[in-house]
Nanobody, 121 residues
Framework: QVQLVESGGGLVQAGGSLRLSCVAS????????MAWYRQAPGKERELVAM???????RYGDSVKGRFTISRDNVKNTVYLQMTSLNPEDTAVYYC???????????????WGQGTQVTVSS
């Protein structure tokens, strides 16, 4: 069974920084795309950043230049370094990963339980 567990959320003042981590564990053969999404109250879940297995990255327009996604393929971990945070970044942040548990099955999209990030003004 595969699990994604996020950590690093919390309360921070505007202009501050946080680093989120997400560790994938369980019976894992390989991990493809890993990503961070967020969902604010009353809003749809949106893509924050994603990284493919070779390290290439893509960002949502609202976080470009402020957030950086990275991954450690040995540790099966994806990180999100967030800087210059503002109250509009307040949301639950979710980790997502496409994981193969065997050589022959297609990748399955797994999600973490989410971690709350609150930015005060």
């Amino acid at each position: 069974q595969v699990q994604l567990v996020e950590s690093g959320g919390g309360l921070v003042q505007a202009g501050g920084s946080l680093r989120l981590s997400c560790v994938a564990s369980g019976s894992i053969f390989s991990i493809g795309t890993m990503a961070w999404y967020r969902q604010a109250p009353g809003k749809e879940r949106e893509l924050v950043a994603m990284t493919i297995s070779d390290g290439g990255a893509r960002y949502g327009d609202s976080v470009k230049g402020r957030f950086t996604i990275s991954r450690d393929n040995v540790k099966n971990t994806v990180y999100l370094q967030m800087t210059s945070l503002n109250p509009e970044d307040t949301a639950v942040y979710y980790c997502s990963a496409f994981i193969r548990v065997t050589t022959w099955n297609t990748p399955t999209n797994y999600w973490g339980q989410g971690t709350q990030v609150t930015v005060s003004s």
